[in-house]
């Protein structure tokens, strides 16, 4: 189903574009979709184009985050947002695609390239999270013990307790991978489980196997389950996200809009009180920051 | 995408769990509905009409339900069997079973009178009457067959939520495909769905000449 969607999804775009620039000539002009680096002019869109695509991973989307954002910037700019929540990496897939107008990812390294290639502009830091290892309540491993995230996994593998990988070249995933390279161990037997599906369901997988995972704070808070903390606090386990305007995106205007919001001052505000109310804590950190 | 072994691995799991879905499905399913398409009884109407509507399951209500058994916290959860192959095979099964079970009654029923009285006649026993109609109406059986094993190994919604999609442990074709677009490789998506396609198609070619020749011989 996903394949289908996501491969007819551009066609049908391109049918929409084509018959709106067929419908009002005089206000299609080729060149307005040319991207204007580092610029924020207004494109010359015609005034229905009031729709943009967010491509974002799925732990903006599940945590509820963007659903206490998005309508203050929707009922502000009467920019609706439609948001795609996948993967980081079918994200900045998608955003090389030229298939969305701005990017919400946190996968750093994976966002540099993605600037590198040349396939964005204005990339700013919006916030960071905190990931932690969560594991079964008696903890097999004994990670509570453990002063660095390094250590923890380190005792993971040494005692091949089970670990749920998320194993979907995610945000979440390329955090682990690099912990798992910064320790020098090569995870693999049966106590390592790639499940190639999203945090929720990983975590549900973790509890269900009485097993150890990494998970970002707010899918963590959001459904509790049997599983607990084991390690959290070390430097290598902040997780910052990055916004991104795409280069080839055809609403330069409505897109740094969209990241002035974002990373303005009522976006921040708002991301650091979003889940006060509910866990008695903010899950993200407003940090922005033009990088 | 290359053939790697972590390829052949998917497949060839693909093809295990759905075989032994399948063939469960028929040990159940063509008994179940020679009998149904034989024998009147009241209540019958029911049963049928229950059967009709089990034929199109949604895969994922059929997860849904199997997680809820096999989970730890579930009645089952004893047997420690989510996330494994067999869950897989149970999901299947129950999707398999209903489309077997209601097209061989469908073709027993086509069936049943002409013979019916012949072998009856002859003074053949119940067990002798099932697997007479059985072979007699095996044309629309096999047919039943091909449409089960398509729906097995083309479903992904039951899979992906009691096996997990785990590398190495319950990673199928289909689950295989959502990771490869998730993970933006849409190109490895789609030629892991031309194997599928193409192991559909071999599958029912050979269901296909199968029917051909049983018809051809009882034409002579």
Known sequence: ?291 | MMFTPDVWEVIWLSLQVTTTSVLIGILIGIPAGAFLGLYSFSGKRLIVILIYTCMGLPPVLVGVVVYLLLSRYGPLGSLDLLFSAEAMIIAQVILVTPIITGLTMAAVQAKENAYWETAKSLGASPFQLMVTIIKEARGGIWSGIAAAYGRAISEVGAVMLVGGNIEHHTRVMTTAIILETRTGNFSGGLQMGFVLLSISFLFNSFMMVGMLNQMKARKR
Request: proline residues 4%; hydrophobic residues 35%; glycine residues 10%.
């Open chain 1, 1 to 291: 189903m996903k394949i289908r969607f996501s491969l007819i999804y551009p066609f049908f775009l391109a049918l929409v574009l084509m018959l709106l620039s067929a419908c009002s000539p005089q206000s299609s002009q080729p060149g307005s979709a040319t991207p204007t680096p580092e610029s924020t002019t207004p494109a010359t869109a015609s005034k229905e184009a009031k729709e943009i695509v967010l491509a974002t991973t799925t732990s903006t989307q599940d945590s509820g985050l963007l659903d206490s954002l998005l309508p203050v910037f929707e009922q502000k700019t009467g920019i609706k947002v439609k948001v795609v929540a996948v993967g980081t990496g079918q994200a900045i897939k998608l955003g090389e695609d030229g298939n969305t107008d701005v990017l919400l990812v946190h996968a750093r390294k994976s966002e540099d390239e993605f600037m590198e290639k040349g396939f964005g502009i204005n990339a700013y830091d919006v916030m960071y999270n905190q990931f932690y290892i969560v594991g079964p309540s008696d903890d097999p491993a004994g990670l509570k013990q453990a002063k660095t995230a390094k250590e923890a996994m380190e005792k993971i593998a040494a005692n091949k307790s089970s670990f749920v990988s998320r194993g979907d070249d995610s945000g979440t995933d390329k955090k682990e991978k690099s912990i798992w390279k910064e320790a020098g161990i090569t995870p693999e037997g049966s106590w390592y489980l790639s499940s190639g599906q999203g945090m929720g369901e990983t975590l549900q997988m973790a509890d269900e196997k009485k097993a150890y995972t990494l998970t970002d704070e707010a899918t963590f808070l959001s459904r509790k389950l049997g599983l607990q903390i084991v390690m959290q606090g070390d430097k290598s386990l902040l997780n910052p996200y990055g916004i991104i305007q795409v280069k080839s995106s055809s609403k330069q205007e409505e897109g740094m809009q969209l990241i002035q919001f974002f990373t303005g001052e009522e976006g921040q505000k708002l991301i650091g009180e979003f889940g006060q109310a509910t866990y008695g804590k903010g899950l993200f950190v407003p940090d922005a920051k033009k990088r």
